[in-house]
């Protein structure tokens, strides 16, 4: 289980168990700068993680699911959709035969209100298909895509 340590300034550790009742804290594995929203997932031949950096999300690949290589940041320019601006928070991604989704939520009206109304805390949900390019992973937002589930 890879999760965030809020005792070890937000960064993302890892935790085994073979019952899911007792577990026992491996260690750290993103100590980059604090972050939440980890997601795991095996894409392309590769385990991916994702972490919401709170300016984008930051994407580690690895082999093993153990070792992991910050690949890209992807989220982190304001979408062209309706609600599609500002970062992308708190990701969550499909795979489905050789497509991969990334679900996310904006606030796009965010700082918009200085008295901090309904607008300026209302949530977007949005989606893009992720791209594996040259062994990186990238997402345009505003290209169009098919979901296919």
């Known amino acids: 289980m890879w ?3 809020e005792g070890n300034n937000s960064e993302t550790y ?5 019952d899911l009742y007792n577990w026992q804290v491996i260690g750290p594995v993103i100590t980059d700068f604090p972050h939440e929203g980890v997601n795991v997932f095996q894409w392309k031949d590769s385990y991916w993680l994702i972490v919401d950096k709170w300016d984008g999300q930051a994407v580690y690949r690895s082999e093993n699911g153990q070792d992991w290589t910050y690949n890209s940041t992807i989220l982190d320019q304001d ?3 309706p609600d599609d601006t500002g970062y992308g928070y708190h990701a969550d991604v499909l795979v489905n035969q050789d497509k991969a ?6 606030h796009p009206e965010r700082g918009k209100d200085p008295n901090q109304s309904y607008h300026s805390k209302r949530s ?6 992720l791209e594996h390019n040259n062994g990186k992973i990238i997402c345009d937002r505003n290209k ?3 979901l296919i589930l």
């Not at 989704?101 to 904006?106: L, M, P, S, V």
């Open 124 to 129: 977007s949900i949005q989606i893009a298909e």
């Open 101 to 106: 989704y990334i679900f996310y939520f904006t």
């Open 14 to 18: 890892c935790a085994d168990s073979s």
């Open 79 to 81: 979408g062209t959709r």
């Open 3 to 5: 999760y965030k340590d």
């Open 144 to 146: 169009d895509f098919r």
